[in-house]
């Protein structure tokens, strides 16, 4: 299966879930999958089969509320039944509203309240490295994520333990809660700031299969930002870009019109 296929899998995955569960965050889950996509189905050291094997890589959503996303990936990947998706955010199922590591086997961290991806995923790191582990850590964060002052807590740390076995990934859609990133906290200059805290900087499309493989594989000296230009609400022609699909869940007659773009 070529890695579209698959994307376009987990994004009907989504869509039902969030239509299903009436759930917010559609257009936060449909700006990652492109990236999960390739690290679940490329990059990633994982075995489903044996999702705990202490040699694995670990990835972090931190953006928590992006769920839907990581749960179909994870599904797509086969670490659980799909089956399990339909209940996803409703009384009975197993599957909340953010993430939860206790409820399927590869949700690493349970986040939904921002901020603390990186530092977790930091200490990760750190652990591999002082155990003499190669795996690596990667962290996606949102945009808006990046107003929480424990991200840069976070990312003035990293260098000076030289975490060259740690990712952060930007799913930088350019929209948040309230409005656009750059007009609640403008962010830019995004990558000067980073290369002044001392981390290799790469700048991506974050729909473009190469350009994520390409980055995710680079080798570094120092902890690796990739700053992925992405669309809220990517694959969905009515939701993309608009900052309503942060709240609104898919009716019927949405749904099958989303249903029938994604194949
Ligand atoms: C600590 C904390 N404060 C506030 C919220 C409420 N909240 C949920 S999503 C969101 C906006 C996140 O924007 P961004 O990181 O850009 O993610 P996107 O949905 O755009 O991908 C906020 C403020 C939260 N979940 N956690």
Not at 135 to 161: H, R, T
Request: glycine content about 8%.
């Amino acid at each position: 299966m070529n890695l579209n296929t698959i994307a376009n899998s987990i994004r009907r995955s989504i869509v039902k879930m969030n239509a299903r569960s009436k759930a917010s965050h559609s257009g936060t889950a449909l700006s990652t999958v492109d990236i999960l996509t390739v690290l679940y189905f490329k990059t990633l050291n994982i075995d489903p089969k044996n999702p705990l094997h202490v040699n694995r890589d670990k990835f972090i959503l931190s953006k928590g509320h992006g769920s839907s996303a990581l749960y179909a990936t994870l599904a797509e990947r086969g670490f659980f039944d799909k089956s399990l998706l339909e209940g996803f955010y409703l009384d009975g199922g197993i599957l909340p509203g953010h993430l939860d590591k206790e409820a399927v086997p590869g949700v690493e961290v349970s986040s939904g309240s921002l901020g603390h991806g990186l530092s977790l995923g930091l200490g990760m790191a750190i652990a591999n490295k002082v155990d003499g582990r190669d795996s690596k850590v990667y962290v996606m964060c949102g945009d808006g994520e990046l107003n929480e002052g424990s991200m840069w807590e976070a990312i003035m740390f990293a260098p000076c333990q030289q975490l060259k076995n740690l990712t952060l990934i930007i799913d930088y859609n350019k929209l948040q809660g309230y409005g656009r990133t750059n007009e609640v906290i403008n962010l830019e200059p995004l990558s000067d700031k980073f290369t002044a805290f001392n981390w290799d900087v790469f700048e991506i499309n974050g729909h473009d299969y190469t350009e994520i493989e390409s980055a995710l594989t680079q080798t570094t000296q120092k902890p690796k930002v990739i700053i992925a230009h992405t669309i809220k609400g990517k694959g969905v022609s009515y939701m993309e870009n608009q900052f309503v699909w942060h709240y609104k869940s898919p009716n019927e007659e949405q749904l099958q019109q989303a249903l029938s773009e994604l194949i």
